[in-house]
């Protein structure tokens, strides 16, 4: 989360997600984001996560950025085939149609902040922390987030993938 810049030790990415309208994923990924690494999250925490919250399906529907880099590779499109995901993929940089950009960094890095910032907290430390604190998101917040993601989407497609207005 490089927006937290109260406490500018630590610094992690990570890759997050909602199951069921809570964090289920959370993940820390390695510095280097490649298509081995998002095979790994496929077939690994994602799947996990999705048959566990989701039951056994033949198809998982997920919603996701339209990254090139890790997910698009052929490593990543053969996980995501091997485990029966299909993905919605929207533009990068999209932040009204993605709820891990628009609504789940923002509500952690606010999070964060209320509870207060250690100004000399371990990379572990703040790890443990800014995970608790994303999966400690009530469910109601994060449903009420992603009601808002389906008026977006059909503004989008009322608008012909166009610009959609602001309130």
């Known amino acids: 989360n490089k927006k937290h810049r109260g406490n500018i030790g630590?610094?992690?990415?990570?890759?997050?997600?909602?199951?069921?309208?809570?964090?289920?994923?959370?993940?820390?990924?390695?510095?280097?984001?490649?298509?081995?690494v998002a095979a790994s999250l496929y077939r690994g925490p994602i799947a996990a996560a999705l048959r566990k919250w989701?039951?056994?399906?033949?198809?998982?529907?997920?919603l996701?950025?339209?990254?090139p880099t890790g997910c698009k590779s052929k490593k990543a499109l053969q996980a995501k085939k091997d485990v029966h995901i299909t993905c919605l993929n929207f533009p990068r940089y999209s932040p009204d149609l993605n709820p891990l950009d628009f609504f789940l960094w923002h509500e952690?890095?606010?999070?964060?902040?209320?509870?207060?910032?250690?100004?000399?907290?371990?990379?572990?430390?703040?790890?443990?922390?800014?995970?608790?604190?994303?999966?400690?998101?009530?469910a109601a917040v994060i449903r009420k987030a992603m009601l808002n993601i389906k008026v977006r989407a059909r503004q989008v497609v009322k608008a012909n993938g166009g610009n959609i207005p602001r309130d």
Do not use: H
Request: some cysteine; overall charge positive.
């Open 54 to 62: 989701r039951g056994a399906q033949q198809r998982y529907l997920l």
């Open 64 to 67: 996701e950025d339209n990254d």
């Open 10 to 36: 630590p610094r992690v990415n990570v890759c997050a997600g909602i199951v069921n309208s809570r964090v289920r994923v959370w993940e820390y990924l390695p510095k280097t984001w490649n298509g081995d």
């Open 108 to 138: 952690v890095e606010r999070r964060m902040l209320l509870a207060g910032v250690t100004k000399r907290e371990s990379q572990e430390a703040y790890k443990r922390r800014l995970r608790a604190t994303a999966k400690g998101i009530p």
